[in-house]
């Protein structure tokens, strides 16, 4: 009895030790959700199952981001055999917009107190519109007649309006939120969350905090910390691939996963600020090489520079007619430079360079928009790059000769011999064969007039 006291002790001792521990990988989103952010997520999931994590934590704190980058994310969370919890938190934290489609999509959704999500509806579309339209494209409070309007008035805009065409800006505007609607819905059948305040969320662009989101069956519960987290998933049933899991979570390890040198890369050279100024670098550099070929060093720079700024352009929202207006800029101001136009090139080309500048990103995201101040900064520079140093390049190109045998013209010497006719004078230091059809006495100074091969037309000095 003694003898099974004693075994039963130790084994209770060792059996935690004994026990295969439960990895929990802890995903930190912090700030804008863009293509470093989906890269490092989408590589993580994958990770993840390889090496048999028994969870994915994403502790999220976004104000939202791409399009293309939540949906990447999301993506990768429905594709994940391992389960993925979404965590808002800590206290102050936020899920807004894209957050809130990647909590929808996650496994698991909770939030700490303190923390809110929603405002879900496309970013693009709550920036409001040129010429005074609404902001909100179902808001129909705009179009109510003003009070004391006649019936003639009203009929006579009705009529006015049955002629129109569709506004191409409102249809577009409500493609999209369709769009997003019915995926943020989709989202919600999967594991059983709310549809309804999902689709309000995009449509109204709806907020909730934690406790209101609980009470709306928006999140699965609420967990102040990570260790709450976990002892509240241990023992849940969640569909993960149309198969449903119980998870088993015991004798967790935490294994927080650092952000690595590929995505702190994507991080930098994504930065639309940094991207712009990388195109630009490329584009000078390879006109430098074009204008001085031979030194070598601003070609390879440009190539590099542009290489990278086209590869990170292409994670990014461009609008290519912003492209394209930039590049058509900086060819009419080169253009301006060669064939002066009295400003009107260089002047077409600033404003092509500006209004390029303003549309290159296709997106109304603040984070996601190029700074005015840089801009403004580099348009300058870019006049004064092509006005002042290619009209200098230009001129030195149209200096007269300084090497050679044309250098001589003008250039003042001594008869030696002859004269008139054919004769030899002493130029630079050297005796060259001359002519001329005067007569000029030996020792006398004269003045190269024309150089025709290695003979010089010379002339007497006039006195001064």
Known sequence: ?????????????????????????????????????????????????????????????????LDTSM???????????????????????????????ILYASHIAAMAPGTNLGAATPVSLTGGSPGGKKDNPFDDSDDKEPAGKDDAAKESDEGTQSGQEVNAETAMEKKVINDAAAYITSLAKLHGRNEVWAEKA????????????????????????????VNQINGRTVLING???????????????QQDWRFKFLAVITNPNVA?????????????????????????????????????????????AGLGLIILGIILMVAEAFSPSFGILGLGGIVS????????????????????????????????????????????????????????LGDHGKVVSGFPGEGRVLVEGEIWQARCDTPLRVGQEIIVRQVDGLCLHVAAKEKE
């Open 353 to 408: 360079f500006v209004i390029g500048s303003v549309m290159l990103m296709d997106t109304q995201e603040p984070g996601y928009q190029i700074a005015v101040p840089l801009i403004v900064g580099l348009t300058v520079t870019s006049a004064l790059f092509t006005f002042v140093i290619l009209t200098l390049l230009l001129k030195t190109r149209r200096k007269p000769v300084s090497t050679g045998v044309e250098m001589l």
């Open 1 to 65: 009895m003694k003898l099974f006291s004693i075994l039963t002790f130790w084994l209770a001792l060792l059996w935690p030790m004994c026990s295969q521990a439960s990895d929990v990988w802890l995903i930190d989103i912090k700030g804008g959700i863009g293509p470093a952010v989906s890269d490092f997520v989408s590589r993580e999931i994958n990770q993840a199952h390889e090496d048999q994590a028994a969870l994915i934590v994403l502790k999220m704190d976004t104000p939202g981001g």
């Open 276 to 320: 712009y100024i990388l195109m630009l670098i490329g584009i000078y550099g390879l006109l430098l090489e074009f204008y001085n070929p031979g030194v070598g060093l601003p070609g390879v720079l440009g190539g590099i520079c542009l290489i990278l700024a086209m590869y990170s352009l292409q994670l990014l929202p461009v609008s290519y």
């Open 202 to 229: 995009v449509r109204e662009a709806a907020s909730l905090d934690a406790e209101g989101a609980l009470k709306e069956n928006v999140i699965d519960f609420m967990a102040t910390d990570l260790d709450d987290l």
């Open 71 to 101: 949906r990447e994310i999301i993506r990768a969370i429905t594709t994940s055999p391992v389960p993925v919890a979404t965590w808002v938190g800590p206290s102050g934290a936020r899920a807004a917009s894209a957050g809130t489609y």
């Open 243 to 257: 198969v449903k899991q119980t998870l088993s979570l015991e004798n967790v390890a935490y294994v927080e996963r």
